[in-house]
C-alpha cells in the first residue's frame, strides 16, 4: 500500500533526463511560454550574492533561506515525470449519428418520415454524405508521475478518459506502453502501470506535510505538447471547492496549460504536494490560478486504486444544504451549522433509516458537522455498509438516527438508473437560454451532459465554450443530465447571482468557467 512520503525518487536504473521538444500532436497545439520573472520579498540582489559558493545560495529572509534557483529540485525529480499520449476515437463523432437513432433520441433525418423509402436509402450513405462527422482515431496529451519503481503512474481521469492506447514518454525520449488500473472521476485521478517486465524508474513521493499558503509550488509537466517544462510559483490558497463533490483542492499561480493536467507539484523538499486537474480560465489559457488535488486526498484514492482499481464512498441518499442564519431561527438552532435535508432520495439508505426532509444533522458518530460539504465529506470517508449514528435536530430536540449506508453511485450501471434525461418542464428552456446553451444527455456510464450547440452571441462563447464540451457540475453541483443544470441555473438565480460557474472538460482539459446569465 503506498503510503505518504514512503518512497524514494532516484532509481539509478531508470531513464536518463535530457531536454526533449515535444513536437505538434493532432489535438494540440505547439505554442511557446512566456518568460517568468523570480521576484524575493523585497530583498535586493547584490553582486556579492551572485558570487555565494552552491552551497551558501540563497537570499537570508526573516523567516529561512530563499533559494536562487530550483535547479537541485529539479534535477532529482524531473526524470520521474512523465508525457502521456492517448489514442482513441473521437466519441463524439460517434455519437453524431448512426443507421438509427438511439432510443429516445431524435431521427438523424427529421425532414423524412422513417416509412418512406428515401429514409432507407439515406441511412445506408456514408456519413459525410449525410453530413455527420466520421469517427477518427484522435490524441490527447498529458502529463503524469511515477510513484513506485515498479511503474506505477498518476494522472488526470480526464487525461485518459476515453482511451485505446495509452504511452508514457520520458524525457530521454524514450516511450512504453502503459495500462489502466483504474480511475476516480469524483477527484479526477488515475492510475496507469508501465507495461515493462523486470524494469525499474525513478519515483518521487507524497508530502506528508500539507501544503500551506505561500510554500513555493513547482509544476512539471507537458504543457501544449513541450515536454519536460517547469513552472515556478507559490501555493497562494486551500480549501478551494471546484465542484468536485466534497473535496477541496489547493489553488496555486505556477503557470499550469494544457498538457500540465495529470502533471505532478511539488515543494523545495522534491515532494508531491499537489496533482494538477484544472485551471481558472475565462479564455482557456493560463491566468495565473490553477487547482490541484492534495497530496492527502490522492494518497487515500490511490490506495483504493492500486488495491481494488475503484473507489468506493459512503452514501446517505440525501440532498442536503446549509443552515444559514434564517434556516436556525426557523427550526430553533442557536447556531447557523450543521447540514439540513432538503429531500430523501426515493430507495436510498436514508430512506430506510427514518430521516425525515428538514431534519438538521448536527453530527455524525462523533464528528460535528459545520455545513454541508463537511457532512458529505465525512459520508464520503466511510466505507459502504457502515451503519453510522446520526444526530439531527428535529422538532426541536435532538435525536439519534441509525443509518446503515450505501455505496455512492459511480459505475456505469448505477448512474444508467439514476441518469436525468431532457427537461422536461415549461420553464427549462427558458433556464439554459440563461446560458445561451443547448444541451444533450450523453452515453449511459459517462458523466456529465454535452453541449450541442452554443449561441454565438453568449458570454459562453465568448469564453471559449464550443459544441462538444461536456459539463460536469454547475454552481458546485454534479451533472447527471440537463436537469441538473437547470436546476443549478436556478439556485444561481434565487441566490441573486448574476453569473454561474461552470465546471467544463473539452477534449484535452478541465476547467472552471464563470458565465453571465442573460438578464430579462
Known amino acids: 500500500m503506498l503510503k505518504s512520503g514512503d518512497a524514494q525518487p532516484g532509481a539509478r536504473n531508470g531513464p536518463k533526463s535530457s531536454l526533449k521538444r515535444v513536437g505538434q500532436r493532432a489535438g494540440t497545439a505547439l505554442t511557446m511560454a512566456a518568460c517568468a520573472t523570480l521576484l524575493i520579498g523585497g530583498f535586493a540582489l547584490t553582486p556579492s550574492v551572485a558570487q555565494l559558493k552552491p552551497a551558501d545560495a540563497g537570499v537570508e529572509t526573516p523567516f529561512g533561506r530563499a533559494p536562487l534557483s530550483f535547479a537541485d529540485v529539479i534535477e532529482k525529480v524531473k526524470p520521474s515525470v512523465v508525457s502521456i499520449s492517448v489514442t482513441g476515437s473521437n466519441r463524439a463523432a460517434q455519437r453524431g449519428g448512426g443507421a438509427a437513432p438511439a432510443p429516445g433520441q431524435p431521427s438523424p433525418f427529421p425532414d423524412i418520415p422513417e416509412d418512406s423509402p428515401f429514409y432507407e436509402f439515406f441511412k445506408n450513405l456514408p456519413r459525410e454524405f449525410r453530413g455527420q462527422p466520421q469517427p477518427r482515431p484522435t490524441q490527447a496529451q498529458g502529463s503524469g508521475f511515477l510513484i513506485s519503481e515498479d511503474g506505477y503512474v498518476v494522472t488526470n481521469n480526464h487525461v485518459i478518459d476515453g482511451a485505446g492506447r495509452i504511452q508514457v514518454s520520458f524525457d530521454d525520449q524514450e516511450k512504453l506502453e502503459a495500462e489502466l488500473v483504474g480511475t476516480d472521476a469524483r477527484t479526477d485521478l488515475a492510475l496507469l502501470k508501465i507495461k515493462a517486465e523486470g524494469k525499474t524508474f525513478p519515483h518521487v513521493s507524497f508530502a506528508t506535510n500539507d501544503a500551506r499558503v505561500g510554500d513555493w509550488a513547482l509544476a512539471v509537466g507537458n504543457p501544449f505538447g513541450l515536454g519536460g517544462t517547469v513552472t515556478a510559483g507559490i501555493v497562494s490558497a486551500q480549501g478551494r471547492d471546484i465542484g468536485s463533490g466534497p473535496y477541496d483542492f489547493l489553488q496555486i499561480d505556477a503557470a499550469v496549460n494544457r498538457g500540465n493536467s495529470g502533471g505532478p507539484t511539488f515543494n523545495l523538499q522534491g515532494e508531491v504536494i499537489g496533482v494538477n486537474t484544472a485551471i ?36 446517505l441518499g440525501v440532498k442536503i444544504q446549509n443552515v444559514d442564519e434564517d434556516t436556525a431561527a426557523a427550526i430553533g438552532l442557536t447556531q447557523s451549522k450543521g447540514a439540513l435535508v432538503s429531500e430523501i432520495t426515493p430507495g436510498g439508505p436514508a430512506a430506510d433509516s427514518g430521516l425525515k426532509a428538514q431534519d438538521a444533522i448536527l453530527q455524525v458518530n462523533t464528528d460535528e458537522i459545520s455545513d454541508s460539504r463537511d457532512l458529505a465529506r465525512k459520508i464520503a470517508g466511510y466505507a459502504p455498509d457502515t451503519t453510522v449514528d446520526v444526530k439531527v435536530w428535529r422538532d426541536n430536540k435532538e435525536e439519534i438516527v441509525k443509518v446503515k449506508l450505501g455505496t455512492f453511485p459511480g459505475s456505469a450501471e448505477e448512474i444508467a438508473r439514476l441518469e436525468q434525461g431532457n427537461p422536461t418542464d415549461d420553464t427549462a428552456g427558458t433556464e439554459l437560454q440563461q446560458l445561451g446553451l443547448t444541451l444533450a444527455p450523453i452515453r449511459t456510464g459517462e458523466e456529465g451532459v454535452s453541449v450541442s450547440e452554443v449561441d454565438p452571441e453568449s458570454d459562453a462563447a465568448q469564453k471559449g465554450v464550443r459544441a462538444g464540451d461536456v459539463i460536469l457540475e454547475v454552481g458546485g453541483t454534479v451533472v447527471n443530465g440537463p436537469n441538473d443544470v437547470v436546476e443549478g441555473i436556478r439556485k444561481a438565480k434565487e441566490l441573486g447571482r448574476r453569473a454561474v460557474m461552470l465546471s467544463i472538460k473539452s477534449q484535452e482539459q478541465r476547467r472552471i468557467v464563470p458565465i453571465q446569465l442573460k438578464q430579462g
Open 280 to 315: 481558472f480560465s475565462p479564455s482557456g489559457g493560463n491566468v495565473g490560478i490553477a487547482f490541484a488535488v492534495p497530496a492527502r486526498t490522492a494518497v487515500e484514492v490511490i490506495n483504493q486504486l492500486r488495491e481494488k482499481g475503484a473507489v468506493s464512498r459512503g452514501w
